[in-house]
Every structure is written in C-alpha cells, then in structure tokens.
C-alpha cells in the first residue's frame, strides 16, 4: 500500500475518532461532496408534498382494527374503514383476522384503539345489556349487491323483532331466492352489527347461525334482545 | 380516559413533516435520481405507516425511518442492477474554480470514477458513510439503521472510505498499464 494512502487513512481514522468534521479535503472528500450533493430546496418541497398526499390516501384507505373483550362473545375484533364499519368477528385469532382483511384488497390494515374506541365502546355496552341499538355507520363496499340487498333488509329488522329467511327473500323481491339470501347471511360480514341472528327459520326454529359458538350464540343474542 | 400505546405517539403525518426532507436528501444520495428518490421517498413513509402500529412507544423515530429508507434504497439498486446500470448523469460541479475545458474534462472523468467506486461498496459501507458524513447521524443511530453496534458503525464508514482510497489508487495504475499494453501492442 503506497505511503500517501497509509497517510490518508491514518486522517479518516483520526477524523472519525474525533467524529468532527475537522477533516482537511482531499481530492476524494472533494469529489464525494460533488457526488452527494444535495437536492435542490424545490426538489425537496415538492418531494414531501407527494409523499405527505400519498400518506393521506393511505390513511384515508386504510382499514383500522382492534381486539376487545366483550360480553357474551369474548374477543371481539372489530375493523373500521374511513366509512363505518367493516368487518367484525370473534372467537377468531387477531393474526387470522388482519391477514383475511389484508388479503380482501391492497390497503394497509392498522391496529388503532383509539380510532376504533366509539364503536367498540358501543358494541360492548350494547352486549352487556346498557343500550338498545348499535349506531354506528356501516361501510358495505366490500359487498356483492345482491349481499348489500340482503343485509341491508336485515339491518332494517329491529330488536326483539325476527324474520324467517322466505320473509327475507320476499322483502327484497326475490321470493325465490330462499337459499342464496341464506349463503348471503352466512357470509355477513359483520354479525351483530347487521343483526343476522334475528333471521329464522319458516318453521320458528333458530335456524343456522355462521357467527362463533353457532346457534347457541344466537340463542344468547335474542335472548338479550327480548326476542325469546 | 386511560392512555394507551397508540395515543402516546406522534401522529403519523407529524413524521413526514418532521424528517421527510432529510429523509429525501438521503435517498437523493442513495439513488442519484430526483425521479428515483421521490419514489423511494413515497415507498418509504407507506411502508413506515403499515408498520407504525408495532413500533414502541417512545421509539428513535428518526433512526427507524432511516432503516426503511436504507432498505428501500437497497431495493431499489438491486432493481437497478438486473435492469443493467442504466447511465445516470453526472451531478453539477459548483465551478467555484472556473478550471478550463481540459481540467473540466479531466475532474468529470475522475469524479465518475469515484461514483463508480462508491456505487460498488457494500451497502451498509455506503449507507454508513452518507449517514456519518452527511446526513448527521451519530454512530449510535447509524448502528440502529445498518443493524450492528456504535463501533461497527465507525469501522464501517471507516473501511468505506478506505475501500475507496484503494479502489481509486488502483485504477490508475490499472489504466496505465492498459495504456503501456496497448502502447507495446502497436495499438
């Protein structure tokens, strides 16, 4: 190694032990200063405002969860796009439901207790028995309309009240329609919310129920419902 | 009302307002492109925000956007390098010393060479470097963002300049050889 190198470096090595910017420029430093160049002020500005634009689509598309206890259910989880409501389980794992939501389309999926604290706040009192109703806006861009018909008619069924699938099918017009209102209810995918317990069969039995704990969680809910 | 983990950090939007400039000139230097960086710059606080919610409260924010940035940067070449090292533009000198056409010529050709050299470091080595010399991180941060220790920091923007001291001295002995061969080849 030639003498002027061992020299040069025996000053990066005492310029980075001093870590002050006390070096004496070289053709090297020299050159690396043209090469790293910073941009322009315009440049900067108008980077950070594209950026600050896309972080805002973002956090205006993106879809917010959480993970609650609640009565009756246990964990509850629950996620919120910009619209309302979006999607709501329990008795699933938290990782399964983040993963089901980010597969549903290319937003990002955020755990945010605090943008989802009123609804859960809500829900929770609601299955406890403190209020009658659940008012919360529902965002159902996600559906198929032929679901968004279906569930948007349950939505319309009130507490202590129940319907029976045909009653269903008839109410949005398609009487024949018994069984793809009956697939459309197992795939609501917010029950509670959009009250799909109080959907029964013809002959005044449960029925079925898609929601965790199946037909006895059903019960459970109509009884706190007054229905039964 | 009870404080809880997400409630105690800065908002989000607060980051981009608070390191989205030095995180561009970062990436500025990364890349080489206004273009490129502004896309990294993009990739970068997109990738932070889906990750925000498991960052710890009271995190080195700075340093944890460094790190993305640093790795958005790596994509980005690696990218670069399967499409074939397109020509990038020389930078602007400041022509504070006014050198004639000739020195010009010569000073563009040595500051590619220089370019070329840095462009063949090893990443953390480059990163190391541009953070320590001019983005103002301390070794402790730099560690943070390369994943290694404060002294592994030092050691690595320390052999980034030496592999450059070298690669350089190198050349020219290299080129001239080239051009005594050539010479002896009746070329």
Redesign the interface.
């Given at each position: 190694?030639?003498e002027s190198?061992r020299s040069?470096?025996e000053h990066?090595?005492r310029w980075?032990r001093d870590?002050e910017g006390k070096e004496q420029p070289d053709?090297?430093l020299r050159?690396?200063d043209?090469?790293?160049?910073?941009?322009s002020a315009a440049?900067?500005a108008?980077?950070?405002e594209?950026?600050?634009q896309?972080?805002?689509a973002?956090?205006e598309r993106?879809l917010y969860y959480d993970v609650i206890e609640a009565p009756l259910v246990g964990k509850l989880n629950l996620a919120l796009s910009s619209r309302g409501l979006y999607a709501l389980t329990f008795g699933g794992s938290e990782a399964e439901f983040a993963a089901r939501l980010q597969r549903a389309g290319e937003r990002?999926?955020?755990?945010?207790?605090?943008r989802v604290r009123a609804a859960a706040d809500q829900i929770r009192s609601y299955l406890a028995g403190l209020r009658e109703t659940i008012d919360i806006p529902v965002d159902m861009s996600g559906m198929t309309e032929f679901q968004r018909q279906v569930l948007g008619a349950v939505r319309d069924v009130p507490r202590g009240r129940h319907i029976t699938y045909g009653e269903l099918a008839q109410r949005i017009g398609r009487p024949h329609a018994a069984r793809a209102v009956g697939r459309a209810l197992g795939s609501n995918p917010m029950p509670i919310v959009i009250p799909c317990h109080r959907v029964l069969a013809a002959d005044g039995s449960l029925g079925g129920y898609s929601g965790h704990g199946g037909v006895r969680t059903k019960r459970a809910l109509l009884q706190l419902e007054g229905a039964l | 009302m009870t404080p809880?983990?997400?409630?105690t950090r800065p908002e989000?939007?607060q980051l981009?307002?608070r390191y989205?400039?030095e995180l561009?000139?970062y990436l500025?230097?990364q890349v080489?492109s206004?273009m490129d960086?502004?896309d990294c710059?993009?990739d970068t606080?997109?990738r932070a925000?889906?990750a925000?919610?498991?960052t710890e409260e009271g995190s080195n924010y700075r340093a944890w956007l460094y790190k993305i940035a640093t790795n958005v940067a790596r994509t980005h070449y690696q990218r670069r390098k399967r499409q074939g090292d397109r020509e990038q533009t020389l930078?602007p000198?400041?022509g504070s010393s006014e050198p004639g056409p000739a020195k010009l010529l010569e000073e563009r050709l040595?500051?590619e060479r220089?370019?070329m050299a840095?462009k063949s470091l090893p990443d953390k080595q480059r990163a190391a470097?541009?953070l320590r010399?001019?983005q103002g991180l301390?070794?402790a941060e730099i560690g943070a963002v390369i994943a290694c220790s404060a002294d592994s920091a030092?050691a690595n923007?320390?052999q980034a300049?030496?592999s450059?001291?070298?690669a350089?001295?190198t050349e020219v002995v290299e080129a001239g050889n080239e051009r005594i061969d050539s010479v002896a080849n009746g070329a």
């Amino acid at each position: 190694m030639s003498e002027s190198i061992r020299s040069q470096m025996e000053h990066d090595r005492r310029w980075l032990r001093d870590q002050e910017g006390k070096e004496q420029p070289d053709d090297l430093l020299r050159a690396l200063d043209q090469i790293f160049l910073p941009p322009s002020a315009a440049q900067t500005a108008a980077a950070v405002e594209r950026t600050a634009q896309a972080v805002a689509a973002e956090t205006e598309r993106a879809l917010y969860y959480d993970v609650i206890e609640a009565p009756l259910v246990g964990k509850l989880n629950l996620a919120l796009s910009s619209r309302g409501l979006y999607a709501l389980t329990f008795g699933g794992s938290e990782a399964e439901f983040a993963a089901r939501l980010q597969r549903a389309g290319e937003r990002s999926v955020i755990r945010d207790p605090v943008r989802v604290r009123a609804a859960a706040d809500q829900i929770r009192s609601y299955l406890a028995g403190l209020r009658e109703t659940i008012d919360i806006p529902v965002d159902m861009s996600g559906m198929t309309e032929f679901q968004r018909q279906v569930l948007g008619a349950v939505r319309d069924v009130p507490r202590g009240r129940h319907i029976t699938y045909g009653e269903l099918a008839q109410r949005i017009g398609r009487p024949h329609a018994a069984r793809a209102v009956g697939r459309a209810l197992g795939s609501n995918p917010m029950p509670i919310v959009i009250p799909c317990h109080r959907v029964l069969a013809a002959d005044g039995s449960l029925g079925g129920y898609s929601g965790h704990g199946g037909v006895r969680t059903k019960r459970a809910l109509l009884q706190l419902e007054g229905a039964l | 009302m009870t404080p809880d983990a997400a409630s105690t950090r800065p908002e989000f939007t607060q980051l981009v307002e608070r390191y989205g400039g030095e995180l561009f000139a970062y990436l500025f230097r990364q890349v080489s492109s206004a273009m490129d960086a502004d896309d990294c710059l993009q990739d970068t606080f997109l990738r932070a925000f889906r990750a925000y919610d498991r960052t710890e409260e009271g995190s080195n924010y700075r340093a944890w956007l460094y790190k993305i940035a640093t790795n958005v940067a790596r994509t980005h070449y690696q990218r670069r390098k399967r499409q074939g090292d397109r020509e990038q533009t020389l930078n602007p000198g400041d022509g504070s010393s006014e050198p004639g056409p000739a020195k010009l010529l010569e000073e563009r050709l040595e500051l590619e060479r220089v370019r070329m050299a840095v462009k063949s470091l090893p990443d953390k080595q480059r990163a190391a470097l541009i953070l320590r010399k001019y983005q103002g991180l301390s070794y402790a941060e730099i560690g943070a963002v390369i994943a290694c220790s404060a002294d592994s920091a030092r050691a690595n923007v320390y052999q980034a300049l030496r592999s450059l001291r070298i690669a350089l001295k190198t050349e020219v002995v290299e080129a001239g050889n080239e051009r005594i061969d050539s010479v002896a080849n009746g070329a």
